[in-house]
């Protein structure tokens, strides 16, 4: 893809190379509220923000210590019904799905997912695609 379709699609340089990010430490809530207590309306926000989570954890499956658990993909294109992924299942049966898209199709990926026990910060979506067999542009 060349630098002229690259700006027609939006996609930057940047975006295309792993980039320098450093996500700032990780907190965890009883952290997060005990910090700047005597700030009124920021401790008022910060309870707005957590809801239930500051009481206590929130933990939807105790069995599964990930963070962030990943329930669906979704492909979603406008007079369609949505193409979905369930990604709860054997994970070895989705390499046999996929997903084909006309080109000049305008499409949407929706994922839907859980987040238990702490704040998650910096997640990543990493969308490899594929036209006739070869590699294509990694988003």
Not at 11 to 35: A, F, R
Not at 69 to 95: N, R, W
């Amino acid at each position: 893809m060349s630098a002229e379709s690259h700006a027609e699609v939006g996609i930057h340089d940047e975006d295309i190379h792993d980039s320098t990010y450093q996500p700032p430490p990780e907190k965890t809530i009883e952290e997060i509220m005990s910090v700047d207590q005597e700030d009124e309306s920021l401790r008022r926000y910060k309870e707005a923000l957590l809801g239930a989570a500051q009481a206590e954890k929130i933990i939807v499956d105790a069995n599964d210590q990930r963070k962030v658990i990943v329930k669906k993909l979704a492909l979603v294109v406008e007079g369609h019904d949505d193409m979905e992924l369930d990604l709860t299942g054997d994970l070895s049966q989705l390499k046999k799905q996929v997903f084909v898209i006309k080109e000049g199709v305008h499409y949407k990926v929706r994922i839907d997912f859980i987040v238990q026990r702490e704040i998650v910060h910096g997640l990543k979506y990493v969308q490899k695609t594929y036209r006739m067999g070869v590699p294509g542009m990694q988003f």
